[in-house]
């Protein structure tokens, strides 16, 4: 569920968000989305080719006019690297590999997003398996990871 985002997120409620996140004008927008819980990347308004990471101008035809855009964090895995023995905030079991996954985005082929991937066994996980984009809190702030899709 997402947050009520009636009020608008501002670039101060960023950086206080993300203290140690270098947050710059390109970027702000995709964090401004992490805040209401959108995963939001740059689209030219001018030939509607979408990217990541945030760049001041689009790569395909240098258009200026690019905006954060939410995508629907609907994709498949593109590649997926197991970390063993990871000791870090958040990851409590060290005894299993952390999943990190390069998700295609639905949205357009080439468009992709790395993250983790959360509620399933590691070792289960395969290149094309459908996926969703999924909230996690740490450090009281929202960031996007990925889960399976679930099958109807």
């Known amino acids: 569920m997402k947050p009520d985002t009636s009020t608008a997120i501002t670039d101060d409620d960023v950086l206080r968000a993300y203290p140690d ?25 001018h030939c509607g080719h979408r990217h990541h990471p945030p760049q001041p101008c689009c790569p395909r035809c240098w ?17 997926i690297v197991l970390l063993h023995g990871l000791q870090a ?4 079991d060290s005894e299993h590999p952390h999943p990190v996954v390069t998700v295609e985005l639905d ?18 996980v395969r290149i094309g398996d459908p996926v969703d984009i999924a ?15 679930a099958t109807t």
Do not use: M
């Open 21 to 45: 996140v270098p947050i710059d004008h390109d970027n702000k927008g995709l964090y401004r989305g992490w805040l209401a819980r959108e995963l939001r990347l740059h689209r030219c308004t």
């Open 135 to 149: 909230w996690i809190e740490r450090h009281g702030q929202p960031y996007p990871v990925f889960c399976a899709r």
């Open 107 to 124: 949205e357009q082929p080439g468009l992709r997003w790395t993250s983790t991937l959360i509620d399933r066994d590691p070792r289960t």
């Open 63 to 79: 258009s200026t006019d690019v905006r954060p855009q939410a995508v629907s964090g609907r994709g498949t895995v593109y590649s």
């Open 89 to 92: 905030p958040g990851i409590t």
